[in-house]
């Protein structure tokens, strides 16, 4: 089945603590990208890739950082925490820039 | 700036019809997407925009303007199921996405 993964699904953690959201799709999919939703704000794309090894800023960044060593592979990194980070975050992955995106089920994020 | 506007939300009757309605504006437009976000889910694609005119999909149209930076996602014969909030996103020309802040559609019986 055609899917992207993300793990985990929910965490709570404490400022400051370095953690890591795995993201990763079947699909062989070239662009994948990073959001987070947040009430009254809607999705606001936080990092994203357009192949192996290319990465870029999205609109939020600011505090996160990614990776993209497999094609697979998409993981989200807060290396240092913060409670404004507390969020809903989501993993996308689409064929191409113009393709639609297939988004994973969120991770929900609390920052104490 | 980048800027997507979209009602915050919206009732409608079940069997009716109902015109969701973005406007944007970006620096640069490679083409917009609407999607369905049902309560607690992840967002699933609808439909996709990238010339001006009318793009049919059984229940569900969504019409662009890029002279006028609009878009509409109509859903006719409204159903429950369709309950839901709609995302409007913009790809701009430099490989990001702009999301609206979506509109949270409630059918009635």
């Known amino acids: 089945e055609a899917q992207v993964t993300q793990n985990p699904r929910y965490l709570i953690t404490v400022t400051g603590k370095k953690l890591t959201v795995t993201c990763s799709q079947n699909?062989?999919?070239?662009?994948m990208s990073w959001y987070r939703q947040d009430p009254g704000l809607g999705l606001r794309q936080i990092y994203y890739s357009m192949n192996v090894e290319v990465t870029d800023k999205g609109d939020v960044p600011e505090g996160y950082k990614v990776s993209r060593k497999e094609k697979r592979n998409f993981p989200l990194i807060l290396e240092s925490p913060s409670p404004n980070q507390t969020s809903l975050y989501f993993c996308?992955?689409?064929?191409?820039?113009?393709?639609?995106?297939?988004f994973g089920d969120g991770t929900r994020l609390s920052i104490l | 700036g980048q800027n997507i506007d979209q009602p915050t939300e919206m009732t409608a009757t079940e069997g009716a019809i109902v015109q969701i309605n973005c406007t944007y504006q970006?620096?640069?437009?490679?083409?917009l997407f609407w999607y369905q976000q049902h309560a607690g889910e992840a967002p699933t694609f609808l439909s996709y925009?990238?010339?001006?005119g009318l793009e049919e999909k059984g229940r569900f149209s969504s019409f662009l303007s890029r002279s006028k930076g609009y878009s509409y996602l109509l859903l006719k014969e409204l159903q429950m199921k369709d309950s839901a909030s709609y995302l409007c996103?913009?790809?701009?020309?430099?490989?990001?996405?702009?999301f609206g802040s979506g509109t949270k559609l409630n059918v009635k019986p």
């Open positions: 996308a992955s689409s064929s191409g820039r113009n393709q639609p995106q297939h």
């Open positions: 699909m062989n999919h070239e662009y």
């Open positions: 996103a913009v790809h701009d020309n430099f490989n990001k996405f702009y």
């Open positions: 970006t620096s640069g437009f490679n083409g």
């Open positions: 925009n990238v010339l001006d």
